[in-house]
């Protein structure tokens, strides 16, 4: 089973909205990965963008505060990244990401990317 695959991406003008979502394996669900959303424009740095624990607590990059929302279905497998106000500097290609160490064991899974395309 593919770790993490990522879906809803696309074009949209700037001040709309899209919902990414990426499906998780069952495992990484199982063992409380603390899920992430990173983000890599051409040229630039991959950047993280939000993170949700398995509890629920969320962190956001300040450049994201108050537009983006992330939050985890557990019974899905699934983490979501609700983008709201999307500006021309949101676009990029964004990466779902889990992560975990247990009893010696880490867990560092990416998803493969979806393009986030933002016109102006």
């Known amino acids: 089973q593919v770790p993490l695959v990522e879906s809803g991406g696309g074009l949209v003008q700037a001040g709309g909205s899209l919902r990414l979502s990426c499906a998780a394996s069952?495992?990484?669900?199982?063992?409380?990965?603390?899920m992430s959303w990173y983000r890599q424009a051409p040229g630039k740095l991959r950047e993280l963008v939000a993170s949700?624990?398995?509890?629920?607590?969320?962190n956001y990059a300040d450049s994201v505060k108050g537009r983006f929302t992330i939050s985890r279905d557990n019974a899905k497998n699934t983490v979501y990244l609700q983008m709201n106000s999307l500006k021309p500097e949101d676009a990029a290609v964004y990466y779902c990401?889990?992560?975990?160490?247990?009893?010696?064991?880490?867990?560092?899974?990416w998803g493969q990317g979806t393009q986030v395309t933002v016109s102006s």
């Open positions: 949700i624990t398995s509890n629920g607590n969320t």
């Open positions: 990401h889990a992560s975990k160490t247990l009893f010696g064991t880490m867990y560092d899974n």
């Open positions: 069952q495992r990484l669900f199982s063992i409380n990965a603390e």
